[in-house]
């Protein structure tokens, strides 16, 4: 069974283009994450849910927007796409405080 | 927010070596992981570990909090430990309502046969 889940594993799409990344954790968590790495594999959190509640945003474009329909899923949602955006996107979850476990990425290419 | 810095950047070794990876960070923290991210640019946890020394096989790991470091031994190398190796440092009021994890930037290892 796998722990974290995230799809697609890939997604390449145009400048311009609405596109989706859903995330489902069976580890009955309370907190789920995203993570940005970038081309240099320099990993920076995006969001942060607790308990379907957005605790943390760092400073991220208004065009990504996160949901959390419940515990167990948190999906991202980005809109109008630019060519910077091009990256691996990274789903994790934990416990609150806890030992955190990633999904197996998603690798974003906007042509 | 916390600063967390990794030695050394990158580190070539014959299989068979050990090696000794370093995490420094700036202030006092929730908790501490330790991540391997193999080729295939899956992340793998490999301790959880805000304080003590733990071991899993050739694995082993040693976060001192009071001193802000922690420290990753690899032992008898192999190729498959290749990979980026990061330390991720949890930080957050006491409440947990801002908590996250800083990565640092990561130690890529290349273990050669």
């Known amino acids: 069974d796998t722990a974290v889940s995230q799809t697609p594993k890939y997604l390449v799409t145009q400048m311009g283009n609405d596109k989706s990344i859903k995330c489902e954790q069976n580890?009955?968590?309370?907190?789920m994450y995203w993570y940005k790495q970038d081309s240099k594999k320099f990993l920076k959190i995006m969001f942060s849910?607790?308990?379907?509640?957005?605790?943390i945003n760092e400073t991220v474009p208004n065009r990504f927007s996160p949901k959390s329909p419940d515990k167990a899923h948190l999906n991202l949602h980005i809109n109008s796409l630019e060519l910077g955006d091009s990256a691996v996107y990274f789903c994790?979850?934990?416990?609150?405080?806890?030992?955190?476990?990633f999904g197996q990425g998603t690798r974003l290419t906007v042509v | 927010g916390i600063q967390v810095e990794q030695s050394p950047p990158d580190l070539i070794l014959q299989e068979g070596a050990n090696s000794t990876l370093r995490c420094n960070f700036s202030?006092?923290?929730?908790?501490l992981q330790w991540f391997h991210q193999n080729p295939w640019g899956q992340l793998i946890n490999l301790f959880y570990i805000p304080s003590g020394t733990k071991q899993n096989g050739r694995l082993s790991a040693t976060t001192v909090a009071t001193e802000r470091y922690s420290l990753l031994y690899i032992s008898s190398s192999q190729t498959t430990d290749s990979g980026v190796y990061f330390c991720a440092v949890g930080e957050g009021n006491s409440g947990g309502s801002n908590y996250k994890l800083t990565f640092g930037k990561g130690t890529l290892l290349t273990v050669n046969p």
């Open positions: 202030d006092s923290v929730n908790n």
């Open positions: 580890l009955g968590h309370d907190t």
């Open positions: 994790a979850s934990s416990r609150l405080r806890g030992e955190a476990f």
């Open positions: 849910y607790n308990n379907k509640e957005l605790i």
